[in-house]
């Protein structure tokens, strides 16, 4: 059962931001220290990669874990209350999400996600950051 009524809610599910979330500007951070410059939200490629390196046709989607359902991740939780109805939005969520990582190799692209979990550490986000961008260790 819901701890919050309809109203309260539903004023939470507005406050979710599909861009320029927490997570995204973590990633951001990183690759300026980088020293890599990127794109953001480019519309013209499909599902509109957060974060775009055209140089190195590199399209960086940072997922969020509840919402694109990261495997044996504690946060990608399924709510008891209309299990039905957030499974199958789930579900779409997923299908969704690889047919636009298809669709972008069809183009040419290296799509890449990085996800929620992985920018609380900045040490596992950098590395996970130098190896997509293959870049030499230090």
Do not use: Y
Not at 34 to 63: E, T
Not at 87 to 94: C, G, H, P, S
């Amino acid at each position: 059962m819901d701890h919050l009524d309809p109203e309260h809610r539903s004023e939470n599910m507005r406050r979710v931001r599909g861009k320029d979330t927490r997570p995204e500007l973590t990633v951001r951070r990183a690759l300026h220290a980088l020293g890599k410059r990127f794109r953001l939200h480019r519309r013209d490629l499909p599902g509109k990669p957060d974060i775009v390196l055209a140089k190195d046709r590199l399209a960086i989607f940072v997922h969020g874990c509840f919402w694109h359902r990261h495997d044996d991740c504690p946060r990608a939780s399924t709510p008891s209350t209309r299990k039905e109805f957030w499974v199958a939005k789930f579900e779409r969520t997923v299908v969704r999400d690889a047919e636009q990582a298809a669709a972008l190799r069809a183009a040419g692209w290296r799509p890449e996600v990085i996800w929620e979990c992985e920018t609380r550490d900045s040490e596992r986000l950098n590395e996970r950051l130098r190896r997509i961008l293959q870049l030499e260790q230090p």
